[in-house]
Each structure stands twice: as structure tokens, then as C-alpha cells.
């Protein structure tokens, strides 16, 4: 059994799985309502809360999982990308239990997590595929040729697709985090009411959204904020429809390119009701099997990182005494 | 009865280990004088000198009756990087876990009646206290090195200081009149092996209760 520990931004996540990818237990103790007060993610905060509810969150995913810290073979943490803070709570963690144990750690990219997510389960994915993760923090397309790595195809040269649905309902009055709340008010609203930006991909696979969330900002001025307010769901519907017609753009452009026959999609986005169907929809068209792995396998969650490590060497005790986090790990 | 101790300290931008075995004997990474200037490498540090003062006192971390850390007031990073450390260490064989004031261990090292142990705050504040023989006269606070100059003379006190707070605001404390430890004494180093002795005396506390003494909350305001 593995052990995984992920701490890279406003969740605190540990989890069992086995080498042969069976999850035996998967712990998130969220802080979003905490962060809904500031508007995002405030680093200081996210990493104090880490550090209290860390031992729990591993202790409850060891206690569900049946098992304890002798019965596990590895450990198995989120080194980066994220907020250095934050990693350093769990990287601290991960190294202190497998030392007492002199048990081996796998030093895991957490985009890596991510794209192995749909490899977790009874009917996971083979290479090679492609794979869309989108979340408040990350937002690429990468090919997968052996599940010990990925290629990005493209990435967001600004906003991740989570930030931009964000920002969008911030403007819409809609709070924080505001992704789903969009997501629900955006099913009754008309997605053709507003014409947003698109920006379509030409010959890379790169994603740009501020452009669209500048978009909505002037919209809902030039409206004012009655009418802003009145036609609130078909706004919501438009600019959903923009964000999600990008995503799918790239996913279906890099399939073309790459040959693909599999896809996957991952990250907190891929909880959208909207980008869920019409990925389904493209991918049938096309003929490409399309997995989505279970909403608590799309938001940051330490299965996929104790899943990844399987595809990665582990480092041997005490090798990995000395290691740090990264918050960009370049 | 006598107590096998491991003890951590990472309040400042050096990082110390101690083990404190039962017979006594005493196996230390003590970190120099330049470790208090140079850039913090917690993560890459503490867990080589735990297991450096492991191996040199030959224990297994299950042979060990505590785990005690110091919970500063320090470098929030710093901090977390050793307390998520020692309560990790504690949680994986079930032992007793003794936070001990960083300012406490620093001015156990201090020779004199009177201890003013000083922690870099940054942004021009130190974190203080005041100890004498041990016994804590005033509990830790967070203030500028002029204000810690006017408290102590409206207190009429004259306390030795030394930590990296008191290097690195040596000039504004010398001005106000107070003794400071030499610029290379040992003394201004918080020393795992304080934590350990003062940990021996000290009694448990639950895991989940062993946080930093931030004595700063956070850079944040609520947007609504
Ligand atoms: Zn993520």
C-alpha cells in the first residue's frame, strides 16, 4: 500500500491506494469556505491550516483504509507546483513518517497526479492518450505515451479555466469559490444571449482567458447593474459556453494532432456540467473512448498522487531526508 | 525516571536537533553563528540532523519517550516545517509530543540573572520575552527594539540580550543601554538541547494542539 499525502493549495489530502491502483481510502479535508472570506486562496492562511488538520486527514485516511503506517510499503507526496508553504507542510510530513519506518518516498509533480487520475480504478486508461486538466490553478492539454510522464501539448499563458470561471462569478456576484455556482445559474440561462471572445487555436494548443474575463467586466458595465442583475444566468450561460468552447477546442485539435484514440479529463473543472457533456459529445463523434474519473479524482486529492507514484522511482531511505518543495518545481 | 528526548528547533533560519538520552548523554547538531544570517534550509536540513543525532545516540525513533519542538514565536515557514516534522514523528510510534517556547530554549543558553532572548520578527519587530532564572517574567511578545528599550528602562530592568533579533538590532539596543551577548557567542543560537532539557521538565500535550506561537495573524483582509 501506498501512502499519499497532498498539500499543494487550500485542500489537505491524504490517501491509500495499492501498487496495483485500487484506492482504499481517499481523505480531503477542504478549506474553501475558510478562503470564501478573502476572495482566494490566501498562501499564509491555506499553509497554517495545513499544519492542524494534517495528522487527522492522515490518520482518517489510514483508519477507513483498515490499515496502519507498518502496513504501508511507500509514502508518496506532492513536492510542487503549488504554494511553497503549503507543499512544505506536507513535504515535512511525508519525509518524518517513512523515516520511521525507513519506508521508501516518491517525490510527486502534482500536474503528474492529475493526468494519471483516470489510470486509478477498475477500468483505467492506457497509454497512450491525451488528457485535459483544468482547475483554479492549472489548466493544459499533455500527451501521455508511458504513465511515468506526460508531454504539454498547450497550457494557459494567463488565467487557468477554474480562475476565469472564478473571476467570472465575482463579477456576477456570485462569491467565492464560484465555479459551481456559475455552473448551476449558467443551466438557466441562454449560452447564445452574449457573444464573448474566442480565441480558437491556430497552430498551438495554448489557452488565453483574461481576455474573456475583461469581456465580462465590460459587458456587465456597459449593462449596468440592474439589467446586469435581470439577465444574470443568460450572462453566466454565454460566458460559460466561451470558457468551455476553448477547452474543448484544444482537446479536440490536439486528439486531430495527435492521433489520439483515448482521452481523459481532469482537475476541479472537469466537474462542469456543461464541459462534461460536450466532451462527451465530441469525443463520440469522433470515436475516441473518453474517461472522467469521479469528481473526488478531478479536484486535488492525494489518490492521484500516491497513483502516480506508482509510474515513478521511489527515492530510498535516507535519500530523501534532504528534500525540498518546489513551488514551481522548474 | 529519565527520559530519552528528541528535540527540534527552526524558529530562526538555523535549524537544530538534539537527542537527550536517558543516561544523559547529550548527541547535538548545534548550527553556527552564520546559519542565523544565511537563507533558512529547514526542509533540506532538519530531518539529516535528526537522523544524524539518531544514529549518533544509536535509537530508533520507537525507543524515544518524547518529541519536543520549539514553537517559536519565529519564521512562520520555519516553524511549520518543524512542528509538521516532530508531530508527524510523534504521530507515526505514539509518543508524547512538549512544545517549548523558542524564546524559552534561547534564554536557557543566556548566562545571566536576567534574559531577554530576542527572535527576528522582521519588518523591524522582534519577538521577546523575559526570563529570569528560568522563570518567565514577561511572556512572549512581538514589538520594535525602541519599544523593547523603553519597556525594560520604565521597567527598570537590566537583562542581558542575545539571539539573532538582538544581532541583527545590536545598534538600537546598544543606544537604549542594554547588554548584549557578544557578537560570537554561542548564546545567540536557540540550542535543541534546551528544548530537550527544557522539554524534560514539561508536560504533554496533545498532537493536535502543538501549533506556533505565530503571535501574528495572517496578511489578509475579508473582502465582504
Ligand atoms: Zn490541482
Known amino acids: ?330 | 525516571m529519565s527520559l530519552s528526548i528528541l528535540g527540534l528547533d527552526t524558529s530562526t533560519a538555523a535549524t537544530a536537533a538534539c537527542l537527550l538520552r536517558s543516561d544523559g548523554e547529550a548527541f547535538e547538531v548545534e548550527p553556527g553563528l552564520d546559519a542565523l544570517t544565511g537563507r533558512p534550509g529547514h526542509s533540506r536540513e532538519l530531518m539529516p540532523a535528526v537522523a544524524q543525532v539518531m544514529d549518533a545516540g544509536g535509537l530508533a525513533f520507537a525507543d524515544l519517550s518524547a518529541i519536543s519542538v520549539g514553537v517559536g514565536p519565529g519564521g512562520f515557514t520555519g516553524l511549520r516545517i518543524g512542528i509538521a516534522t516532530a508531530r508527524a514523528l510523534a504521530q507515526a510510534d505514539g509518543l508524547a509530543l512538549r512544545p517549548i517556547s523558542s524564546l524559552a530554549a534561547l534564554a536557557a543558553g543566556i548566562a545571566a540573572p536576567l534574559a531577554l532572548p530576542l527572535i527576528d520578527a522582521r519588518r523591524g519587530e522582534l519577538f521577546a520575552a523575559l526570563y529570569a532564572q528560568g522563570d518567565e517574567l514577561w511572556a512572549p511578545f512581538v514589538a520594535s527594539p525602541e519599544r523593547i528599550v523603553e519597556l525594560l528602562i520604565e521597567a527598570g530592568l537590566r537583562p542581558v540580550a542575545a539571539g539573532d533579533g538582538a544581532l541583527r538590532s545590536r545598534q538600537t539596543l546598544e543606544a537604549g543601554g542594554l547588554e548584549l551577548a557578544g557578537a560570537g557567542s554561542r548564546s545567540h543560537v536557540v540550542r535543541a538541547l534546551h528544548i530537550c532539557r527544557l522539554a524534560a521538565q514539561a508536560s504533554d500535550v496533545p498532537p493536535e494542539a502543538v501549533l506556533p506561537d505565530y503571535l501574528r495573524a495572517p496578511d489578509a483582509h475579508p473582502t465582504r
Open chain 1, 1 to 330: 500500500m501506498i501512502l499519499g499525502i497532498e498539500t499543494s493549495c487550500d485542500d489537505t489530502c491524504a490517501a491509500v491506494v495499492t501498487t496495483a491502483g485500487v484506492l482504499h481510502s481517499n481523505a480531503v479535508a477542504s478549506q474553501g469556505l475558510l478562503h470564501s472570506r478573502y476572495g482566494g486562496v490566501v498562501p499564509e492562511i491555506a499553509s497554517r491550516r495545513h499544519l492542524e488538520l494534517v495528522g487527522a486527514v492522515v490518520a482518517d485516511a489510514l483508519e477507513r483504509a483498515g490499515a496502519g503506517l507498518d502496513d504501508v510499503r511507500a509514502v508518496a507526496v506532492t513536492r510542487g507546483p503549488g504554494l511553497i508553504g503549503a507543499l512544505l507542510v506536507g513535504v515535512s510530513t511525508a519525509k518524518a513518517l517513512a523515516a520511521t519506518r525507513r519506508l521508501p518516498l516518491h517525490a510527486v509533480d502534482h500536474l503528474h497526479g492529475h493526468v494519471t487520475a483516470s489510470m486509478l480504478g477498475d477500468e483505467p486508461i492506457e497509454a497512450p492518450y491525451g488528457c485535459l486538466v483544468a482547475s483554479g490553478g492549472h489548466t493544459f492539454v499533455a500527451r501521455v505515451d508511458h504513465p511515468s510522464g506526460f508531454r504539454t501539448l498547450g497550457e494557459t499563458l494567463d488565467d487557468a479555466a477554474g480562475e476565469a470561471f472564478d473571476k467570472g462569478a465575482r463579477l456576477l456576484g456570485l462569491g467565492y469559490p464560484g465555479g459551481p455556482a456559475l455552473d448551476r445559474l449558467a443551466r438557466t440561462g441562454d449560452p447564445e444571449a452574449f457573444d464573448f471572445p474566442r480565441s480558437l487555436p491556430g497552430t498551438g494548443l495554448d489557452f488565453s482567458f483574461s481576455g474573456l474575463k475583461t469581456s465580462l467586466l465590460y459587458r456587465v458595465r456597459d449593462l449596468g447593474d440592474e439589467v446586469a442583475r435581470a439577465r444574470a444566468a443568460d450572462l453566466a450561460a454565454s460566458y460559460q459556453r466561451a470558457v468551455v468552447d476553448a477547452l474543448v477546442a484544444r482537446s479536440l485539435a490536439a486528439i486531430e494532432r495527435e492521433r489520439l484514440e483515448r482521452f481523459a479529463i481532469g482537475g476541479g473543472v472537469a466537474a462542469n456540467s456543461e464541459l462534461r457533456t460536450r466532451i462527451a459529445e465530441e469525443c463520440g463523434r469522433l470515436g475516441v473512448d473518453l474517461w472522467v474519473p469521479p469528481h473526488e479524482l478531478c479536484t486535488d486529492n492525494a489518490a492521484m498522487i500516491a497513483g502516480a507514484a506508482r509510474f515513478t522511482p521511489a527515492l530510498p531511505y535516507p535519500a530523501y531526508l534532504d528534500l525540498d518543495a518546489s513551488a514551481t518545481l522548474a
